[in-house]
């Protein structure tokens, strides 16, 4: 199966490593280095996720984040990893953006 994972992803990424670093020291790289696991692993277990609208959503528990992909019979396509704490018109507002 081919993997794409968007520029999106890594802006997201970005953004919250930023942001954990600004809390304190050494928390955004440790942030990274989970998620970047959790997408390893995600071709693993791809469409075994809930759905939102057009996406699979992996949630990823430890830092209230989903990745959101979509499938395809020979391609996993990850657009976003969001921040699920924001607020729901925001996700819905980016998630469109990402179709």
Not at 3 to 30: C, M, N
Not at 69 to 83: A, G, H, S
């Amino acid at each position: 199966m081919k993997v794409i994972v968007r520029e999106s992803v890594y802006e997201d990424l970005r953004e919250t490593v930023l942001f954990y670093e600004a809390q304190e020291k050494g928390v955004g790289q440790a942030y990274l280095a989970h998620m970047f696991g959790e997408i390893d692993q995600l071709a693993n277990f791809a469409g075994t996720h809930g759905r939102s609208g057009k996406f699979y959503r992996a949630i990823v528990q430890k830092h209230h984040t989903a990745i959101f992909y979509i499938l395809t019979e020979d391609l996993l396509d990850i657009r976003r990893v969001i921040d699920l704490r924001r607020h729901p018109k925001w996700i819905r507002h980016e998630l469109k953006r990402s179709q």
